[in-house]
C-alpha cells in the first residue's frame, strides 16, 4: 500500500496546458504553410506583388515562433533552433543562409556585450557604481526605480542600448541583494528589470548612437525624399518624447509593479559602508574600466568619424571581449558559463527577420496594411505605420521592421499630402520600444536572465506599455512636434 502511494507521489503530473499550447503553435503552422495560394498585395500604383510558397512559409513559421515565444512551451532558445530548423526542412531558404543568421554581428554584439556584464560583475565594479547611485538616491523604492531608469537612459544617448543593458543588469543585481528577498522574483525585482529594458529602448531614440535603426531609416528617408537628416536634428526633436517615456514608464512601474517595500530602512547606511569595505580600485577594476570607456569612445567616434564607419561595431566591442581574456580579467570558466539561451534567442530573431524579409512576406504584410489606409485621415495614416512597425519591431529586428515599412509608407504618403519627416520619426519612436517579447529588442532578453520574469509576463505588461507608446506617440505627431516646427502636410 504504502508502495503504491510513493509511485503516485512521485509520477509527475502532465502539464496539458504546456502541450496545448505547443501544439496550437504547430496547428497554426500547418494551417498557413499548407493552404492554399494568398491573394496578391497591391501597392498604391498598382503594382502586385505576390506571396510565394516560401514567403507562406516565412508566416507559418512566424506563427509558431510567436506562440512558442510568449507561452514559453520549451526554452526560448529552443524556439529559435526551431525557426533554423523549419526553414531548413521546408526549403524556404538555403540552411547556409539559414544557421549563418545564427552567428551574424548584430547577435555576436550581444554576446561581446553580455561579456561586458560579466566583467563589471566580476572586478566588483558594478557594486561600485551600485552603492554609488544608493546613497545617492536613497532608500525609497519609488527613488531607487527612478535613479536606475535615468541613468540607464542617460547611458543610451553614448551607447548602444544593448552595452547598457549588459552594464546595467549586474548593477540592478547587486541593488536587488540589498532588498533582502533573496533571488525570489518580487513585484520590485521585476519592475526593476523589466523597466530597465523598456527605458533603454526610450533612451536610444534620442540620438544616432543609441542604436543602429536610426542611421537605416535616415539612409531611407535621404534615397526616398533626397534629404538627410542631422544628427543634432535627430535628437532636437526625438529627445522630448524618449524622456517623456522615461517618466512615464517610471509611473507605469509604480502603477503596475509598485515595490512590496516603501523603503528599505537603512539602506543608504549600509551602501556607504559597503562601498567602503571595497576598497580602493584594484588594478583589474582600471584595466576592466579603461577597456570599455576606450571601446565605448570607439563606438562614439564612429559616428562622426568618416574612416571609423567602415569598420563594423561589433569588431569593435568584440576587441574589448579579446582584451578581457588577454589580461587575465576573465577565464574559461567565464566563458563557459556565457547564457547561451540568451544568444541563441537572437540568433533565432535574425533568422526569423531575414526570413521575412527575403522571402517577400514582410513586405506582402506591410503593403496590405498600409494599403488599407491609403484614404484615411493623415494623423490615422501616420498612426497606422507606427502601430504596424510597433507591432513587427516585436518580432524581428527593429532594423528589419523599419526597412520593410518606412519605404512603403514614404510611397503611399504623397497622396494623402502626409509630410515624410513625421512618418520617419514616428516609425523610429515605436521601433525603439518593442515591449511585449523579448526577441524584440536584445536588453528585453538580457533583463530576462534575471529570472525575476517569465516571457508570458513580460508580455502581459507589454501590452499596457504598448498603449502607453502609442498614446505618447499620437501625442507627438499631434501636437508636440507641429509645436517644434516639424511639418506634418504638405501641398
Sequence with gaps: MSSDIMYKTKKKKIDWWRIILMLTGIALFAIVEFSPAWPDAIDPMGKHFQLSPQAKGALATFLLAGTWWVFEVVPIGVTSLTIGLLQALFLLRPAKAVFNDFMAPSVMFIFASIMIGTVFTKTGLTKRLAYKMLAIVGERTSMIYLGCFVVTAALTHIMAHTAVAATIFPLLIAIYTLYGEGDK????????????????????????????????????????????????????????????????????????????????????????????????????????????????????????????????????????????????????????GVPWNIILLFGGAMSMGFCLWETGA?????????????????????????????????????????????????????????????????????????FLLLVGAAPNAIAYNSGQFTSGEFFFYGIPASILLMLVTGLAVWGIWPLMGMPVTTP
Design 185 to 336: 522574483p518580487t513585484k520590485f525585482g521585476k519592475g526593476l528589470f523589466i523597466g530597465m529594458a523598456y527605458v533603454a529602448g526610450a533612451g536610444s531614440i534620442v540620438t544616432l548612437l543609441g542604436a543602429a535603426r536610426g542611421a537605416v531609416a535616415i539612409g531611407f528617408f535621404n534615397d526616398i525624399v533626397q534629404r538627410d537628416v542631422g544628427f543634432f536634428e535627430l535628437s532636437y526633436y526625438m529627445a522630448p518624447i524618449g524622456w517623456i517615456m522615461t517618466f512615464l514608464l517610471w509611473v507605469f512601474f509604480m502603477i503596475f509593479l509598485k515595490p512590496e517595500k516603501k523603503v528599505i530602512p537603512g539602506l543608504r547606511e549600509k551602501a556607504i559602508q559597503l562601498n567602503h569595505d571595497l576598497g580602493p580600485l584594484t588594478r583589474k577594476e582600471i584595466m576592466a574600466a579603461l577597456i570599455v570607456l576606450g571601446m565605448i569612445a570607439m563606438l562614439s567616434l564612429r559616428s562622426f568619424v568618416p574612416e571609423l564607419k567602415a569598420i563594423d561595431k561589433t569588431g569593435i566591442i568584440l576587441v574589448s571581449t579579446v582584451l578581457f581574456f588577454v589580461f587575465k580579467i576573465l577565464d574559461l570558466e567565464d566563458l563557459e
Design 362 to 434: 514582410a513586405k506582402w504584410l506591410a503593403i496590405n496594411w498600409l494599403a488599407m489606409f491609403k484614404e484615411a485621415h493623415w494623423f490615422i495614416f501616420v498612426m497606422s505605420i507606427s502601430f504596424f512597425v510597433m507591432i513587427m519591431t516585436n518580432f524581428i529586428m527593429n532594423v528589419a521592421a523599419i526597412a520593410i515599412s518606412l519605404p512603403v509608407a514614404l510611397v503611399i504618403a504623397p497622396y494623402l499630402h502626409v509630410s515624410p519627416d513625421i512618418i520617419l520619426y514616428s516609425s523610429l519612436v515605436v521601433a525603439g520600444m518593442p
